[in-house]
């Protein structure tokens, strides 16, 4: 992901090809502003509406506009590279007793979402106010807006106080990070896996949820690092007889590679999967001896999710975050008599 800021015409005014990229990033987010009630009507955001905001926020010296575009590793080639989010920071709140800069904005374009751009992009942000010698950094979260509260949370933002807003008198939640230095870790092991995406006859996707030191809870397909001269197919047709039982389920067509980092009994990893699609009747795994090496894993349960339960924004995170995506591509080739979609390559570090 790169970082730019929003930089006007000569006249102040927002670019006419950056206007229209803002305006369907906002529009997008259709739910979050029926929420918050910054516009008139949520279904029918218009450029001059988003031109006005800007405006406002760009009146005061100490609010930054920062684009986030895609980076070199995330797009389809060279620039210009799609904007995929935006964040507005306040340096300086204009309650003298408040010592912190602030995030007044973090929107991420909705046909983006659930691949990570979120957590990278508040990353991001929260290292530019270290760097610049910040301590802390703070945000207010609509009440009425769990998910964003949640999503905050989850990278560490921790409530300080209730209270309404400034602007509309809305009820928040206000959150607080302290900013360390950043710590002197060991680089992450490198390490190659393997998984298959066994569907039902319906469609739906045998997955397991684990618990990562790192990502917390999510949940993944069947599989697990290579062992030594091992093929992807080799591992991942091993891994899935070692933990479901199931003898009778070949790896079928290559779906996706996906890089992305966790940390298990304390060790830092950035894995390399390959993944398989494989067809196969709904079952449960085989219990008996196998219920001990699953535990091993840091496998907690099982279970089959149907398009629709990958489609649910309230769901657990699923890993690959593109997995839903590919999945209902996949189908709709199928359903077509098309040849399935070529391999994805999907990077990042875990779900949003």
């Not at 807003?165 to 393997?194: M, W």
């Not at 993944?220 to 091993?238: I, K, N, T, V």
């Not at 649910?312 to 709709?332: G, K, M, T």
């Amino acid at each position: 992901m790169l970082l730019e800021t929003l930089r006007t015409a000569a006249d102040g005014t927002v670019p006419g090809p950056l206007l229209a990229e803002l305006t369907a990033l906002y529009a997008s987010n259709r739910d979050f502003y029926a929420l918050s009630g910054d516009f008139p009507d949520a279904n029918d955001i218009r450029p001059e509406q988003v031109a006005a905001a800007l405006s406002v926020e760009l009146a005061n010296p100490d609010v930054e506009i920062l684009l986030a575009r895609e980076g070199a590793e995330d797009g389809d080639g060279p620039a210009p590279r799609r904007l995929v989010g935006v964040a507005i920071t306040l340096a300086r709140h204009p309650d003298p007793a408040d010592p912190d800069p602030w995030i007044g904005l973090l929107l991420v374009d909705a046909g983006a979402q659930r691949r990570g751009h979120g957590r990278e992009l508040a990353t991001l942000v929260a290292e530019r106010f270290r760097r610049a010698g910040r301590t802390a950094v703070r945000l207010a979260a609509l009440d009425n807006n769990p998910g964003a509260l949640a999503f905050w949370a989850s990278l560490g933002y921790e409530v300080v106080e209730h209270r309404r807003d400034r602007q509309l008198g809305r009820p928040c939640t206000v959150l607080r990070k302290a900013l360390s230095e950043p710590s002197s870790e060991p680089p992450r092991r490198s390490r190659r896996a393997a998984r298959i995406a066994v569907l039902d006859p319906e469609g739906a996707v045998f997955l397991f949820r684990y618990l990562d030191d790192e990502t917390g809870p999510h949940w993944a397909l069947p599989g697990g690092g290579l062992e030594e001269g091992e093929s992807p197919r080799e591992g991942a047709l091993r891994e899935l007889r070692e933990e479901t039982g199931w003898t009778d389920v070949e790896p079928g067509a290559f779906l996706c590679s996906w890089e992305h980092d966790f940390t298990r009994a304390g060790v830092r990893v950035r894995q390399y999967d390959d993944i398989y699609v494989a067809r196969g009747p709904r079952r449960e795994p085989v219990g008996g001896l196998l219920t001990t090496s699953r535990a091993e894993e840091g496998i907690l349960t099982w279970r089959w999710w149907t398009p629709s339960d990958l489609a649910d924004p309230a769901a657990e995170p699923v890993w690959p975050p593109e997995l839903p995506r590919l999945l209902a591509e996949l189908e709709a080739a199928v359903d077509a008599g098309d040849t399935p979609p070529a391999p994805a390559d999907v990077s990042g570090t875990g779900p949003a």
